[in-house]
């Protein structure tokens, strides 16, 4: 079966972006750079790709220009297995960036994440319980996992 993996259009921030989150995340390294030659849209030289993976996700950062930018009706979830991975992915990642609503954020890219408990699906299987956690979600801006689970 084919793999996707996405493809993050930068400005010109590419390289210092994948540089980022290899740092932020375990088990993660940069593969690849390729840079633009002479006749191309940006400067030869001027990085054009970093193919990165973190957790043995493959990423693509293009730098192509102004032309297209981020919003948040695509984002990036991390699962995180407790509170303290949580608290450590949401303040790393929102360091320059903004914090939104319901465990979202943006970070000094752009780019936007869901930092999430890996148990939210367990406690959204329940529809009545379901209801008190998205109520509960809906009150926080970082997640607080054992409120969530109280709900």
Request: charge should be negative.
């Amino acid at each position: 079966m084919p793999r996707t993996s996405p493809c993050l259009w930068f400005d010109r921030q590419a390289y210092e972006a994948a540089h980022f989150y290899v740092s932020v995340f375990p088990n993660a390294r940069i593969k690849a750079v390729t840079h633009y030659g002479e006749g191309a849209p940006l400067p030869a030289g001027t990085v054009l790709t970093v193919s990165f993976e973190l957790d043995g996700q493959d990423y693509l950062a293009l730098n192509g220009g102004p032309v297209f930018h981020f919003s948040p009706a695509i984002s990036l979830m991390v699962h995180c297995q407790d509170q303290d991975e949580l608290d450590r992915f949401w303040h790393k990642l929102s360091e320059g960036g903004q914090t939104g609503q319901c465990g979202w954020l943006t970070d000094r890219f752009g780019l936007s994440w869901q930092i999430v408990p890996a148990s939210l699906p367990r406690l959204m299987a329940e529809p009545a319980r379901a209801q008190r956690v998205i109520k509960a979600v809906m009150g926080m801006t970082r997640l607080d996992i054992a409120t969530l689970e109280e709900a």
